[in-house]
T-cell receptor
Framework: NAGVTQTPKFQVLKTGQSMTLQCAQD?????MYWYRQDPGMGLRLIYY???????DKGEVPNGYNVSRLNKREFSLRLESAAPSQTSVYFC???????????FGPGTRLTVT | AQSVSQHNHHVILSEAASLELGCNYS??????LFWYVQYPGQHLQLLLK??????LVKGIKGFEAEFIKSKFSFNLRKPSVQWSDTAEYFC???????????????FGKGTHLIIQP
């Protein structure tokens, strides 16, 4: 039981490049989430998916797109990376609603 | 929009000292509250949670937290800290965003705790 897995662990992009961060969970959770963590800012929700086939914006969605590929997988895409998107990105999953969320190991992204 | 405030951004304690980390939230309705811990180089792990019932909740590794509804607070405590408790601690509440969903967590900015041997 791997829990929540993320790839890649580290990535360096140049401004304007695109990339997709992958996330998968094996806990049969309905809901999945993408957060970014910046120093002194805590974690902020980018997008979430309450169930397969649905996605919604969180607090900081600008510059990102997501795809809920199936119940297990939820990807985050940066179409044209900017230095302001340098951050650590965490994927999480949960049963939804009021319940706790379980986090992946994170992707450290640097945009130069 | 709701928010979470953690009063101490950096805390340094000696081993065996007692710990209390403050957390206040602003939200008018029923809340679920969480404390997460992030050890150096690791991902977030759930320490404890409050949904309803007894306002004093116990979590893993000897941590506990008390929900005081009248004060909108959910402070984290541990009677005697260890060097291995060095980590970043985040308070969180279940959130509601302008997009209409109700599933996200709103996090505080975190408290960086350093335990000196």
């Amino acid at each position: 039981n791997a829990g929540v897995t993320q790839t890649p662990k580290f990535q360096v992009l140049k401004t304007g490049q695109s990339m997709t961060l992958q996330c998968a969970q094996d806990m049969n959770h309905n809901s999945m989430y993408w957060y970014r963590q910046d120093p002194g800012m805590g974690l902020r929700l980018i997008y979430y998916s309450a169930s397969e086939g649905t996605t919604d914006k969180g607090e900081v969605p600008n510059g990102y797109n997501v795809s809920r590929l199936n119940k297990r997988e939820f990807s985050l895409r940066l179409e044209s990376a900017a230095p302001s998107q340098t951050s650590v990105y965490f994927c999480a999953s949960g049963s939804g609603g009021y319940y706790e969320q379980y986090f992946g190991p994170g992707t450290r992204l640097t945009v130069t | 929009a709701q928010s979470v405030s953690q009063h101490n951004h950096h805390v340094i304690l000696s081993e065996a000292a007692s710990l209390e980390l403050g957390c206040n939230y602003s939200y008018g309705g029923t809340v679920n509250l969480f404390w997460y811990v992030q050890y150096p180089g690791q991902h977030l792990q759930l320490l404890l949670k409050y949904f309803s019932g007894d306002p004093l909740v116990k979590g893993i590794k000897g941590f506990e937290a008390e929900f005081i509804k009248s004060k909108f607070s959910f402070n984290l405590r541990k009677p005697s800290v260890q060097w291995s408790d060095t980590a970043e601690y985040f308070c969180a509440v279940n959130g509601r965003y302008s997009g209409g969903g109700a599933d996200g967590l709103t996090f505080g900015k975190g408290t960086h705790l350093i335990i000196q041997p």
